[in-house]
């Protein structure tokens, strides 16, 4: 499985006067990999995926999508083919249905009748959200939300989803069960997946991370190359997980006595 996405020498400004959002990045997404991208606030991480998504032009460097640079004329395409799931629940329903709200991209996209109820039987199937196909949106929990979201961009079979700190407002059951699915989906269909978060905790099931600070890419690898590597995650200020704060403590002070470990823990 070969690379799916290049990013090659990519730098992004807002405003011409301003800091580069992004800047000189350099990264790939391997197909059928999840790849957890992980920052702190305002370390460029929506906007990697806006600029892959087309939603923002004007870059400097090249982006690849299955070898191909991407340009206006193959964007549209190219768009069809990923699917993004965002931070509000709330922000994401055009449905008055569940099943309605998940039938919505195919309908658009023409989706003949018995196909369409076929497709979102199965993604909400997939997501644990079947009986609730003929509730109303609005009234799910934060997760159930996030979960039809999820089904949506399932439906439409995409080559890549995206989601951009999809659990960031969701209670910790929510965010359990939104990665469980995740994980599931991830395993069964192979869909690649670029997961964005600033929670370190949630990158447990990733093939590869990427740590993003200040519109760079500080350090990336496996999920144990990116844990071991506390100094790089402490200068991007990101919040380790508890087993990984306390094994980094314990390994800075030198313990004579059982005693002495038991006073210090
Ligand atoms: N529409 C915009 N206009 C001007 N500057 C922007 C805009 N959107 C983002 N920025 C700036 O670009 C930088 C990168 O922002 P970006 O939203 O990509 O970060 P992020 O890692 O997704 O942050 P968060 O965790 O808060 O979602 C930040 O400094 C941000 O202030
Ligand atoms: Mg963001």
Known sequence: MGDMIEFNDVTYSYRAEDYNALDHISLKFRRGEWTSVIGHNGSGKSTLVKLLMGVLEGYAGEIRIDGEVLTEENLQDIRRRFAIVF??????FVGATVEDDVAFGLEN???????M????????????MLEFRTHEPSRLSGGQKQRVAIAGALAMEPDLLILDEATSMLDPQGRRDVLEILGQIHKDKMTTIIYITHDLAEIGVSDHAVVMKDGRVINEGTVEEIYQDTESLISSRLVLPFTISMADRLLEGCYMSYDELVERL
């Open 87 to 92: 931070q509000n629940p709330d922000n994401q």
């Open 109 to 115: 996209n023409g989706v003949e009748r018995d196909e």
């Open 117 to 128: 109820v076929r497709k979102v039987e199965e993604a909400l199937r997939a997501v644990n």
